[in-house]
Every structure is written in structure tokens, then in C-alpha cells.
Nanobody
Framework: QAQLVESGGGVVQAGGSLRLSCAAS????????MGWYRQAPGKQRELVAA???????KYADSAKGRFTISRDNAKNMVHLQINSLKPEDTAVYYC???????????????WGQGTQVTVSS
């Protein structure tokens, strides 16, 4: 049974930084893409960033320049560094794993439980 466990969320002032982490177990981490999605209240879940097993990254337009995704295959972990946080970044952030991750969530095989990020102005 695959399990993704996120950590690192919290409350931060606008302009601050956070680093989210996701630990994967029992999955095909080494060959699957990993990614982060977020869901704000009343909105659909959206892709923030994804990284393939070959370390190819892609970002949502809203994340470019401020978000950095990385993965540590030796530790089965993926990280999301978020800088210059804005109030509109407030959402639950979900770790995801699947063969192909994109705007559609259909490619996601596994989800984490989510971690709340709240940015105060």
C-alpha cells in the first residue's frame, strides 16, 4: 500500500518562505513522476509543480520564479520550496505520485493527506 506523507505547512507572513516535504513509501517512487497540487477553498485542485524521475520539472504559471520542486530518490522524498509567499498561495497542498502529472488529476495514482499553507497579509 503506497503512502505519501507531507510536512512543512504552516502560517507565514506574506513575503516569507516555506519548504514542504513529502515522504513516499510502498510505491514506484523511483520511476514515477512526483508533484504538488493545491486546493484553495471553493476552487478546484490545481497542479503547482511536477518533477519526473529524470528530473524534468514543470510549473504552473503562478509558481514560476517562486516555487522550486526537487526530489531525492535515495530517500524517496520530494520537496517544494516556496519563496515570496503571497496571500493567494493560501491552500491545502497535496503531494501526488503517478506516471504522468499534469493539469488533470487523472494521472495521479497516489495522494498525500495534504498540508495547510496559510499566508497572512
Amino acid at each position: 500500500q503506497a503512502q505519501l506523507v507531507e510536512s512543512g505547512g504552516g502560517v507565514v507572513q506574506a513575503g516569507g518562505s516555506l519548504r514542504l516535504s513529502c515522504a513516499a513509501s510502498g510505491s514506484f517512487f523511483s520511476i514515477n513522476a512526483m508533484g504538488w497540487y493545491r486546493q484553495a477553498p471553493g476552487k478546484q485542485r490545481e497542479l503547482v509543480a511536477a518533477i519526473t524521475s529524470g528530473i524534468i520539472t514543470k510549473y504552473a504559471d503562478s509558481a514560476k520564479g517562486r516555487f522550486t520542486i526537487s526530489r531525492d530518490n535515495a530517500k524517496n522524498m520530494v520537496h517544494l520550496q516556496i519563496n515570496s509567499l503571497k496571500p493567494e498561495d493560501t491552500a491545502v497542498y497535496y503531494c501526488a505520485e503517478g506516471p504522468v502529472l499534469g493539469a488533470s488529476t487523472r494521472g495521479v495514482n497516489y495522494w498525500g493527506q495534504g498540508t495547510q499553507v496559510t499566508v497572512s497579509s
